[in-house]
């Protein structure tokens, strides 16, 4: 008799082996003359070497499949039984459209044309800035292209930033250490990576440093290579804090740089360095631009009224601003003649 061990790694043992292990006694009845013990994160084969050997083979490609779309059911089993997996309902989804699938099995790819944009620029580009108002899915499909490109072995490893610009309240007043204090700020990403990855692999993940979410001031003095880099809210960097970012991209780095003109949050008297990089680089060959609209919002419908409306009080307001000016101006230059009348 052959005896075989399989160690499951980075899995949620309960979506691989099913509810009461199943998924591997459905295996099992498949082989009646050897045996599967599952036990903890071990899976034990024994039976003769041409069964042993095929069941390997089958539980491998469960694993496989496991890492692709994040679980295992019961059809799954059954199509890596009868040897034609291409048939699984799930394996069936193959549109060119789909950017990966989420940690439930589930579909995530661009809603709107501008979105497939985004997806079509960063395939093209090496260095891509998405720009729009909130709700548009600029850090959603960022951060599922990153997942996408680390599944696909184009990088080892995602590294995620957002600059912690206080809005209000002071870091100093909020509670904890360092990384308490800093995790509301990048919440978004996390939500988004628990879409997309199994919480205990994406758990792995985090403490191997494979996927590493930190503010921007700890990018300073590194390279960032062979990894795909997310920049999110970067209107709210300094032009010193951009141009930071922008030289530590390495030679095999993919990089995203994602703001919203609308929602700076720097002091008045600040530039925002995102406003200045896309004057700095935009005739820079190699760099891509996309620019979402209103009609992209793909959150509550509320939402698009929402953007809209405030859109509209910006022009008024610049349009207001723009005819006191004027009028300045004008009522600068009448008393200047009248000066130079007096004078004469």
């Known amino acids: 008799m052959v005896e075989k061990i399989i160690t499951l790694e980075n899995i949620s043992l309960i979506d691989f082996l099913g509810t009461e292990n199943q998924n591997i006694k459905q295996v099992a009845a498949a082989f009646p003359s050897s045996k599967i013990i599952s036990r903890g994160n071990e899976i034990k084969i024994q039976g003769k070497s041409p069964d042993i050997a095929k069941i390997h083979d089958i539980l491998t490609s469960l694993i496989d499949h496991y890492h692709k779309f994040g679980k295992i059911t019961e059809n799954s089993v059954n199509r890596y039984l009868s040897s034609d997996p291409l048939l699984d309902d799930e394996v069936m989804v193959t549109a060119p459209d789909v950017i990966v699938y989420g940690s439930k099995g589930g579909i995530i790819k661009a809603k709107t044309p501008n979105q497939q944009r985004l997806v079509d620029t960063v395939f093209k580009n090496d260095l891509v800035f998405a720009l729009g108002p909130a709700g548009t899915g600029k850090t959603y499909i960022s951060v599922a292209l990153a997942v996408r490109a680390l599944k696909n072995k184009e990088v080892k490893k995602i590294i995620i930033s957002r600059p912690v610009v206080e809005a209000g309240e002071s870091l100093g007043f909020l509670p904890g250490d360092m990384k308490d ?164």
Do not use: C, W
């Open 181 to 344: 204090k800093v995790d509301p700020y990048l919440r978004p990403i996390y939500d988004a990576l628990e879409d997309m990855i199994p919480v205990e692999k994406l758990k792995y993940y985090q403490e191997n440093k494979i996927i590493e979410i930190a503010p921007l001031a700890y990018m300073r003095g590194r390279t960032l290579n062979n990894a795909f880099v997310l920049l999110d809210e970067a209107q709210n960097t300094t032009p010193a804090q951009i141009k930071m970012f922008l030289t530590r991209m390495g030679p095999t780095a993919k990089v995203m740089i994602n703001g919203d003109r609308s929602q700076i949050d720097l002091p008045r008297s600040q530039r925002s360095g995102l406003m200045e990089a896309l004057h700095v680089l935009r005739d820079v060959k190699g760099i891509g631009f996309v620019e979402m609209k209103p009609e992209d919002v793909v959150r509550h419908r509320l939402v698009k009224d929402i953007v809209n409306a405030y859109a509209k009080a910006d022009e008024e307001r610049r349009a207001i601003l723009e005819e006191t000016k004027t009028a300045d101006d004008a009522a600068r230059k009448q008393s200047n003649r009248r000066s130079k009348e007096v004078e004469v």
